[in-house]
């Protein structure tokens, strides 16, 4: 019982200590997701495991977006630990379109959230909606990878679409 409630604290201590490395993807970059953006994360960084954001997650197209709710239910995604922070951020920064060198208004904005992870509450860098939701549709499990996100133009769930 001693063990386990001290790995928690180590884990907890882990996390809390290195926030700034972890990223929280919950679409098209989850891990089984067979697409190059997804190859590429997953090769500059390590899974640590599933994690629970406050929000509500929509259906934008063959890809979802995460507005943070603290009010909302809960939106599953998958905790990273990146290698080299800066250099993935950047090209995320890039292939989310968000940032300085793109013009406003911007569909995403890369900010902090807290996480439900491993019985403990950690920030990762999130890439958040940024414009109006008129016309999305919700996912209503909060989980873009369990086949609720599909439409009359069904997610292709093993590629994750590009």
Not at 15 to 38: H, I, K, M, P
């Amino acid at each position: 019982m001693r063990a386990r409630q001290y790995d928690k604290r180590l884990m907890r201590h882990r996390l809390a200590t290195s926030d700034s490395e972890l990223l929280f993807v919950y679409g098209t970059l989850r891990r089984g997701c067979d697409n190059q953006q997804a190859h590429r994360l997953h090769s500059e960084s390590s899974w640590l495991g599933t994690g629970l954001a406050r929000g509500r997650l929509y259906r934008v197209d063959w890809y979802p977006a995460l507005v943070a709710d603290q009010e909302a239910g809960w939106v599953a995604g998958d905790i990273l630990r990146m290698a080299d922070p800066d250099a993935t951020l950047a090209w995320l920064d890039a292939y989310e379109e968000c940032g300085p060198a793109f013009p406003q208004p911007q569909e995403y904005r890369r900010e902090p959230i807290d996480i439900v992870f491993a019985g403990a509450q950690v920030r990762a860098w999130a890439y958040l909606y940024n414009r109006p939701l008129d016309g999305l549709k919700p996912v209503p499990d909060g989980d873009w990878l369990s086949g609720q996100s599909s439409s009359a133009d069904p997610v292709d769930q093993p590629d994750c679409r590009e």
